[in-house]
């Protein structure tokens, strides 16, 4: 039915989009006892999950997804950090990336999985990067890999699992 | 050999990382030169935290029913310990009570109107924190409508957490302790040791030890380790004797010069709902 696949694209997602922004941060301070509990640094990365399963069934075409990402990526960096740059720069290149290689992987959750990976390390590793640039950080590469990467990876993978099917069925195109 | 990029190509990419690098080391220093950001962002700001604190609602009822839950596990032992420090505290309230009243009146008779001990509480509520993994911000319910200003600080159930770094109409951002940048972590404080104080600066956080470090300590023979750690309210916007934590150890820094004091902050920084802003009276 075309009705529902327009307001799928161009309503649903990104008011799903605007609502895990938001969700990303409320988590993050309402669950901070256990994100953030003994070393590990884990961070719930919905968004970014999100713009995955959008390049995963490939709808990026179907949408402005570009500016989608820039749009996120300016909102975490006024509204989370306040420095201009970091967020919109990791989001875009994550999801280029993504984009770049998608067509190398298939359907099944396993592969699936492998690509977000890739846009997730992309991520984190571009925004710890930039806050090294501008000395935001004192952690040293290591530190950075086992306390907050491979944590965050292991929740997101989780989540980007959990919510793939749910996800595909909600999305996948039906012409 | 096959060419990756053509050298157009090259050029966008270098141009445009140099034009990134700038922006954020760029918008970085403008904010921390700036007491309130500009109109578009404060309003930008406003309105995201509105929306933020409708979806913050249900969020945070299922947080705390989670953390509540954790608590109840430890909940018998910390009673029965606390129920045996509880009688002393009444007697120390009674103490500072008596003290209050006569310091104010002794202030009276010396024409003293504030001092750096005084200050107003404003309460706030978190609303979101910052997904990321260093700038530890949180972002609270309450801004310039209630005489927030860029600098003040922040103190969670026990003592201080953090200052306010950006101050927009109805909510700010509150930059944590625990905060690595360069200017987040620069409070005066004052170690309390039984030969005197001896007055610091906080200059970092050890994020594996969760410890505050204090440098450069020119006279460490009078601390030691479990002594008490107040703001000292040298620099006039944090008041002084505000609670920061008690002192974890000593080491010598990395050349052997002067030593390094590890700071165990008193609150759990992790656990801040409920935060108050304290705004000292001195300028007023």
Redesign the interface.
């Known amino acids: 039915m075309f009705s529902w696949q327009f307001s799928r694209l161009t309503i649903l997602y990104p008011l799903i989009l605007f609502?895990l922004f938001?969700?990303?941060?409320?988590?993050?301070?309402?669950?901070?006892?256990?994100l953030?509990?003994g070393?590990f640094?884990i961070?719930?990365?919905g968004t970014l999950i999100w713009f995955f399963y959008a390049i995963q069934f490939e709808l990026t075409k179907d949408m402005p997804f570009t500016v989608y990402v820039i749009l996120i990526g300016l909102?975490f960096d006024?509204?989370?950090?306040?420095?201009?740059?970091?967020?919109t720069?990791a989001f875009l290149v994550a999801t280029l990336l993504m984009r770049a290689v998608r067509p190398y992987f298939d359907e099944r959750l396993l592969s699936a999985l492998l690509l977000f990976l890739i846009g997730l390390g992309a991520y984190?590793g571009l925004?710890?990067f930039?806050?090294a640039?501008?000395?935001?950080?004192?952690?040293t590469i290591s530190?950075?890999v086992y306390?907050?990467a491979l944590p965050?990876a292991v929740l997101n993978l989780l989540l980007a699992a959990v919510f793939y099917y749910p996800a595909w069925s909600l999305l996948q195109r039906t012409h | 050999m096959k060419k990756w990029f053509s050298s157009r190509t090259l050029v966008t990419l270098m141009v445009s990382f140099l034009v990134?690098?700038g922006?954020?080391?760029g918008?970085?220093w403008y904010?921390q030169r700036r007491s309130q950001?500009p109109f578009f962002?404060r309003v930008?700001?406003d309105i995201?935290a509105t929306?933020?604190k409708a979806?913050?609602w249900p969020?945070?009822a299922?947080?705390?029913r989670?953390?509540s839950f954790?608590n109840l596990l430890s909940t018998f032992e910390e009673n029965k310990k606390l129920k045996a420090k509880i009688d002393n505290y009444a007697q120390t309230k009674v103490r500072l009570q008596k003290m209050t009243e006569e310091n104010q009146s002794l202030k009276k008779q010396l024409g003293l109107k504030h001092t750096l001990t005084d200050y107003d509480t404003v309460s706030a509520v978190?609303?979101?924190?910052?997904?990321?993994?260093?700038?530890s911000?949180?972002?609270i319910n309450k801004g310039s409508n209630a005489g927030l200003k860029k600098g003040m600080p922040v103190l969670g159930d026990q003592g201080i957490v953090g200052r306010i770094?950006?101050v927009n109409t109805v909510n700010s951002?509150v930059s944590l302790i625990s905060?690595?940048?360069?200017d987040a972590n620069r409070f005066a404080i004052t170690v309390k040791g039984d030969q005197g104080d001896v007055n610091g600066v906080i200059s970092?956080?050890n994020?594996?030890q969760?410890v505050l470090e204090m440098g450069q300590v020119t006279n460490p023979q009078n601390i030691k380790e479990g002594d008490t750690v107040v703001t000292s309210g040298l620099g006039g916007i944090i008041p002084a004797g505000l609670y920061v934590g008690k002192v974890a150890n000593i080491s010598t820094d990395n050349y052997g010069l002067s030593k390094k004091v590890y700071i165990r902050p008193s609150s759990?920084l992790?656990?801040?709902?409920n935060l108050l802003v304290a705004k000292t009276q001195m300028e007023q």
């Open positions: 609502l938001f969700l990303d941060g409320n988590v993050m301070a309402a669950l901070t006892p256990l953030l509990g070393s640094h961070l719930p990365l909102f006024i509204y989370y950090t306040g420095i201009v740059g970091t967020y720069v984190l925004s710890y930039f806050s640039v501008v000395g935001m950080t004192s952690l530190q950075f306390l907050v965050t | 990134i690098v922006l954020i080391a918008s970085n904010a950001p962002q930008f700001n995201n929306i933020s979806i913050a969020t945070n299922v947080g705390s989670a953390n954790a978190t609303i979101s924190r910052a997904p990321t993994a260093w700038d911000q949180l972002i770094a950006e951002k905060d690595n940048s360069e970092g956080y994020t594996d969760k759990d992790n656990a801040l709902n």
